[in-house]
């Protein structure tokens, strides 16, 4: 780091001697330390280590410089420094004589900082990350290549950023500020006056007006490239960024991307053709994506978002995004598949797009018009749809409850345990990380869903694509449901269902209707709920257990179907022999790690009707 600091100016070098700063008298030496007093009385002193030589310096190791100048004898010296990082910089300081002076710099090649003095001053940057403040007096400065501060404080400046990514001030006066190269920023602090902003080359210049004080509203022109206040106007092009003043601004963009930001005060923000991003900030604010303020202009897909306040945020014929933020906002998609974005809440949402409500969280009090996707919280929510429009919905984490209505609906559940009706039509429904139920409660005919294969089909199963989905509700009809080798949970319904768990162990409920119910492979918990079910076990099953076993028509005509145990197990007597009453519950036991568990069932209540054998 190389550092000036006014007439004081400080900065690593090694040095030889060039017109009026020719040395005159040694002022001070040292192995760390050389300092001189040059013809013209400048104080030149050299900071260091292992200093040799005597009225002049021959060796060692310089780290920094620093140069008094002797203002009531000024002359035009030139100083020209080299050998640090290679480079070769020279430093000239010329101007009227007295108090008149000028500081006229051209720094080193690195990351150099730079603080004029209260004249008029000329600051250079060549390569490097500098940080260059013009004081008082009327300035130019330059940063050059690299990523560059730039801020003229008072007087009438002239800021060019150069290559790179620069941040350019503008503090007091009348200033023309110029980016150059790169995505610039321009940060005004003066508020409307007469100045002259460029933000150059670049395709992500912002302009920053948030630091001007200026409260009483800005009318900001992207397009005509001018910023109006009081009777004052500002020239500004070359932007596709813009935040506002603390005021009730208008902003107008242009037909770039643009991103505007209106911050405090309740702004008037439009867009433009193409894919904007649009904040209100604080305040009620109205947000339209395009500049003919209307919700069936033309657009590309733009990002709107309200923030605090009650806001209203039009959308157009793109794509867009709104955000309202917290306070009940009007959010209006426009022509498009537009989405009502609720991730940054800070509690779950109910957004009900049907009814063009929200409640809870950022939702509280929102409506929504020409809605057709939904990003929840990262709470529990529950997005709800439309009849025949085709949804996508992101339930961000939580536990969320997803209703798709008739359509092709986009589902994607992301994380959390999530519950997933897609409707009638083909949907894609995708549980994300947790354990997942799609549900079928709604269809009005049977369904068949396999997932281990993701093969479905029938009632509002058909067309479905199923992705990470660990559960299933099936239909009021006569369903097929089949589990793949994870932990399921299966629901099967009203209807006479047929459900195998598969692999794992497994939660199978059948709900009303005479249901065939097979655990499958696992330690499975099975319960055929009303009517009289069949409960299948093979060998292999595992130790399964069921909740509510109907033995004996005590509580209907539940069956126990063992299928391939062999003349081991084919008769009642043998399944008796193996059964043992363990406290309130019968426990039959066919060895190799398989079992049931029939909970609340005395061993004494089962009979032969109880059980088959195929």
């Known amino acids: 780091m190389a550092i000036f600091n006014g007439s004081t100016a400080t900065q690593g070098f090694s040095m030889f001697f060039v017109s009026t700063v020719d040395w005159n008298s040694v002022d001070a030496t040292g192995a760390g330390l050389y300092s001189y007093i040059s013809d013209d009385g400048h104080d030149i002193e050299l900071l260091g280590s292992g200093f040799t030589g005597g009225a002049t310096p021959t060796g060692g190791t310089v780290t920094s410089g620093q140069i008094d100048l002797n203002n009531d004898n000024f002359g035009s010296p030139d100083i020209v420094f ?15 004589s007295g108090n008149a002076n000028g500081f006229y710099t051209e720094m080193l090649v690195g990351d150099d900082s730079v603080t004029g003095s209260g004249f008029n001053d000329t600051l250079k940057g060549l390569g490097g990350n500098d940080t260059i403040l013009g004081g008082n007096g009327n300035d130019s400065l330059v940063g050059g290549a690299g990523n560059d501060s730039l801020d003229g404080e008072s007087g009438d400046d002239t800021l060019e950023g150069g290559d790179g990514d620069d941040v350019l001030s503008d503090s007091f006066g009348v200033d023309s500020i110029v980016g150059g190269d790169g995505d610039d920023t321009v940060i005004v602090t003066s508020g409307v006056g007469s100045d002259f902003f460029d933000g150059g080359l ?13 409260a009483g509203g800005i009318d900001f022109d992207m397009q005509a490239g001018t910023a109006t206040d009081g009777g004052f106007t500002e020239t500004m092009t070359g932007f596709e960024g813009l935040k506002g003043a603390g005021g009730d601004d208008t ?8 991103f505007l930001a209106g911050m405090g005060g309740n702004d008037l923000i439009q867009g433009g053709l193409n894919a904007d991003t649009l904040f209100g900030g604080d305040g009620n604010d109205t947000l339209y994506s ?15 978002s309200g923030d605090a306040g009650a806001d209203s945020l039009i959308g157009s014929g793109g794509t867009d995004t709104l955000t309202g933020g917290a306070g009940a906002d009007a959010l209006n998609g426009g022509a498009g598949s537009d989405t009502a974005d609720y991730s940054a809440s800070g509690a779950g949402v109910t957004v009900k797009i049907w009814a063009g409500t929200g409640v809870g969280g950022d939702a509280q009090g929102d409506t929504l018009i020409k809605i057709e996707n939904l990003v929840g919280s990262s709470f529990n929510d529950r997005l709800i749809g439309l009849f025949n429009q085709d949804n996508v919905f992101h339930g961000g984490d939580g536990n969320d409850y997803f209703d798709g209505f008739a359509g092709s ?7 959390g345990d999530d519950r997933i009706i897609g409707g009638a039509g083909g949907d894609l429904l995708d549980g994300g990380d947790g354990h997942d139920l799609v549900s079928y409660g ?16 029938g009632g509002d199963a058909a067309g479905d694509t199923l992705v990470a989905v660990e559960g299933v509700i099936g239909s009021a009809f006569a369903d097929a449901i089949i589990g793949d080798d994870n932990y399921n949970t299966i629901q099967a319904n009203g209807g006479a269902d047929w459900v195998n768990g598969g692999g794992g162990f497994d939660f199978i409920n059948g709900h009303n209707g005479a249901d065939m119910l097979i655990g499958g492979t696992g330690n499975d918990t099975l319960i055929g709920g009303l009517h009289d079910d069949t409960f299948r076990f093979s060998p292999g099953d595992g130790a399964d257990r069921i909740n509510d076993f109907g033995a004996g028509g005590a ?25 043992s009453q363990q406290g309130g519950d019968t426990l039959i036991d066919f060895g190799g790690g398989d079992s049931i568990l029939l909970v609340g069932i005395n061993v004494g209540q089962l009979n032969a009707a109880d059980f088959s054998f195929i």
């Open 442 to 457: 709604s269809s009005q005919s049977a369904i068949n869903v396999n997932l281990k294969t993701l093969a479905v089909s």
């Open 202 to 214: 670049g395709t992500h210049d912002l302009i920053n007006w948030s630091g001007s004080g200026d």
């Open 290 to 304: 395009n500049t003919q303020a209307s919700p069936n202009g033309s657009g590309v897909g733009d990002v709107l």
């Open 251 to 258: 902003i107008l963009g242009t037909s770039g991307d643009n």
């Open 409 to 415: 609906d986009s589902i994607y559940g992301q994380n």
């Open 82 to 96: 080299s050998g640090f990082s290679g480079s070769l910089v020279t430093m000239t300081n010329s101007g009227a």
């Open 555 to 579: 509580t209907g005509n539940d069956l126990i179907q063992l299928k391939d145990y062999g003349p081991a197990f084919d008769t009642f007597a043998e399944v008796m022999a193996a059964a």
